[in-house]
């Protein structure tokens, strides 16, 4: 089982940029595909998406202003940030795609907290 720790969140003014980075407990070069998901109060989201390969996907909502990469050799993903706007607070947090499952549910690290302010 692979753990993730997000960090690199913060307070930002609108517009700023903010850089994630979330560390693996081991190697992801197994895992398909990696995810950065985020929480506002509600649901959890998909909201950027690379694979093994390279591809990414990205939600309409982020789409433009975020980049997710990732760095097999040293177990990292990242999630830069720009242009972001209130409506990004949220906590984020990043897993495989689908995400990792033990004992039926699914596995979050602590999650990093991002805030935007107007």
């Known amino acids: 089982q692979v753990q993730f720790v997000e960090s690199g969140g913060g307070l930002v003014q609108a517009g700023g940029p903010l850089r994630l980075s979330c560390a693996a407990s081991r190697s992801i070069v197994g895992i398909y595909a990696m995810g950065w998901y985020r929480q506002a109060p509600g649901k959890r989201e998909l909201i950027a998406r690379i694979?093994?390969?390279?591809?990414?996907n990205y939600a309409d909502s982020v789409k433009g202003r975020f980049t997710i990469s990732r760095d097999n050799a040293k177990n990292m993903v990242y999630l830069q940030m720009n242009s972001l706007k209130p409506e990004d607070t949220a906590v984020y947090y990043c897993n495989s795609d689908p995400c990792m499952v033990v004992n039926g549910r699914c596995v979050w690290g602590q999650g990093t907290q991002v805030t935007v302010s107007s």
């Open positions: 694979t093994s390969g390279g591809s990414t």
